[in-house]
Nanobody, 124 residues
Framework: QVRLVESGGGSVQPGGSLRLSCAASGHALDDYTIGWFREAPGKAREGVSCVSIKDGSTYYADSVKGRFTIFRNNAENTVDLQMNSLKLEDTAVYYC?????????????????WGQGTQVTVSS
């Protein structure tokens, strides 16, 4: 049973930083993609960033380029999303997901496994 657990959400003022972590367990895959998605109230789920575990390729939505960084945290065996210069519009529930098909951010249907989500609130 594949299980994804997110952690690290919280509340922060505009311009602040947060780091989200995604721990994946219960699989034996060595070629897959971990993606971070977010869903704000009244809005569709949006792909934020993803990383190919096999070759390390990373991808970002235009809205977060230059502010967010996705990386493998080998010490913790997680995939982390470092979020800097947070804006009010970054407020959402953030989900990590695993795609065994190496799907990109524009194909959330290609992600078979999802975490429960963690709330990120940016407010002044």
């Amino acid at each position: 049973q594949v299980r994804l657990v997110e952690s690290g959400g919280g509340s922060v003022q505009p311009g602040g930083s947060l780091r989200l972590s995604c721990a994946a367990s219960g699989h034996a895959l060595d070629d897959y993609t971990i993606g971070w998605f977010r869903e704000a109230p009244g809005k569709a789920r949006e792909g934020v960033s993803c990383v190919s575990i096999k070759d390390g390729s990373t991808y970002y939505a235009d809205s977060v380029k230059g502010r967010f960084t996705i990386f493998r945290n080998n010490a913790e065996n997680t995939v982390d999303l470092q979020m800097n210069s947070l804006k009010l519009e970054d407020t959402a529930v953030y989900y990590c997901a695993l795609s065994p098909y190496n799907s990109m951010l524009d194909d959330p249907a290609g992600y078979d496994y999802w975490g429960q989500g963690t709330q990120v609130t940016v407010s002044s």
